[in-house]
């Protein structure tokens, strides 16, 4: 018996690498999925699609996270549909490589708007709406226990995240709601490839203990995990799914 029958999931970001995988795999375990995204209506779409051809249940959302409205509608739609909330996973993200000394206040804004507030704002709707035994997954990254130059803006961003989760996990225990964190390492998505070299990415898998970069199921394997039954006693845990790397 699939193990999220019956669950209802919001996933983020899910037209494309982490997310998607995400979303495709929370299916086969049984849940029906919330396909959000920014840009892309045409992946999105064709993640629903995916989902759809194996038997499961889907709807492609557009909300931009970081403007709390949408937010709002994004659930709201879910409700409408489905009647309920019962997982939540905030992939969605930017990443910006840059100096400390060179970050623009703009760019500072849009990584914070997305990274930090739209978590912030989904998490709170979730609060709101969620049904008691819920699951809510947040994303950091490995690299906020890396010393990285250039990452200075996306790892104040990503350890708000790790914060937030500790600290709601303790308001929604009582309502056995589990609240954790994955903190993964060098992943082959575009959002990591996009701007490095060949080099750079060699490097990197040179630094974790198990030789590769992940794959974006390494990633989604371990959030269909925590969104189990099985996962009922670990809650605001920051869970490094990164092959060794820190």
Not at 11 to 22: F, K, L, N, P, Q
């Amino acid at each position: 018996m699939a193990s999220l029958a019956g669950k209802v999931a919001i996933v983020t970001g899910a037209s494309r690498g982490i997310g998607r995988a995400i979303a495709l795999r929370l299916s086969q375990e049984g849940a029906s999925v919330v396909v959000n995204y920014a840009r892309g209506a045409d992946q999105a779409k064709e993640v629903v699609s995916a989902i759809e051809a194996a038997g499961g249940k889907a709807l492609a959302v557009q909300a931009d996270v970081s403007k709390t409205a949408e937010i709002r509608d994004l659930f709201d739609r879910t409700q409408a549909t489905y009647s309920q909330v019962d997982i939540l996973v905030n992939n969605a993200g930017v990443i910006l490589y840059k100096p400390v000394a060179e970050v623009t206040e703009a760019e500072f804004d849009n990584l914070f708007a997305i990274n930090v507030k739209g978590t912030f704002f989904a998490c709170q709707e979730a609060a709101k709406r969620m049904a008691e035994g819920g699951r809510i997954v947040n994303f950091s990254s490995s690299t906020t226990a890396i010393m990285m130059p250039t990452y200075g803006v996306y790892v104040a961003t990503k350890g708000a995240v790790e914060q937030l989760t500790r600290s709601l996990a303790k308001e929604l225990g009582d309502r056995q709601i589990t609240v954790n964190v994955i903190s993964p390492g060098p992943t082959d998505t575009e959002l990591f490839t996009v701007g490095k070299t060949a080099e750079q990415i060699q490097r990197f898998t040179q630094m974790t203990a198990l030789g590769r970069l992940g794959k974006v199921e390494d990633i989604a394997d371990v959030t269909a995990f925590l969104c189990s039954e099985q996962a009922r006693w670990i809650t605001g845990q920051n869970i490094r799914v990164n092959g060794g790397i820190a």
